[in-house]
Each structure stands twice: as C-alpha cells, then as structure tokens.
C-alpha cells in the first residue's frame, strides 16, 4: 500500500466534507453548524464541554456558534439538572427539516462515493472502519484515565 491508511481516511473524510458543504451551502448553515446539529440529532441533550470535545473546537467558539443557532431558533439550552452551571443542548422543530436534508445528501454523497463496491465490501468496509474508531476511542479513553498506582 502506497499511501498510509490514516491518510487515506483523513483525505477521503476531508474530500467528503467539502462536497457535502458544496450540497448544502444554500442552507447558510457552515459546516461546522452543520456537525453541531448532527451531534445533536444522535446525541440530543448532550452538555456543551462534550460537544466542544467532540467538534475539537474551543468552548467559546463553540458557545458563539450556539448562540447563532439558538438566535435562529434552531437549537436551545437548557440547565443541566445535576449541574447548574452547565447547559444542555436540544434541537428545535425548526432544525429538522434541514437536518433531513442534510442526512439525504449524506446518503446520496455515501452512495456516490461506494459506487463500485458490492454490498458485501460495503458492509466489510463499514465494519473495519467502526472496529478502527473503537480501537482509537479506547485508546484515547485510556490515555485519560489516571494511572493506577501499581
């Protein structure tokens, strides 16, 4: 294999994102607004510190794109119950249409891009793949565990 397999994910997700940023730009939704609301459609009532981990992107960008959403009457927070000073994040009614569209031209784009691959190689790419994340997630779940002492 010529080229390394972390690689070839990164570029192939990368290349994926822009043409689904090209599909939706009408919406006036960026794309990072627009992993917010797919977070959130999976993940609804998620606290804002998680999704900033999960966006990797710093709590107050994060909160300035909340804000936006929220102004749009997109998303809203709520008080978290066992912490008062965290916020709980839900979809509005408003954000669902787009985020059906959005999942459609997901769906279209991921058809696209495993045209010519049999159902079987679907399936077997999708495994190996979920079977990467898992092992990197225990990985890095791992690493932020404090070591015991021995």
Known sequence: MSEAIGFLIHDTARLFRRELNERMRHSGVTALQWRLLAYLARNEGSNQVK???FLEVEPITLSRMIDRLADAGML???RDPDDRRAWRLYLEDKSLPL???LR???A???EAAQEGLTKEEREKLA???ERMRQNLSRKACDAKQPEQAA
């Open 76 to 78: 809203s927070r709520r």
């Open 108 to 110: 279209t784009l991921t």
């Open 104 to 106: 459609a031209a997901s």
């Open 127 to 129: 495994d190996l793949v």
């Open 51 to 53: 999704l900033a981990e």
């Open 99 to 101: 985020i059906d569209e």
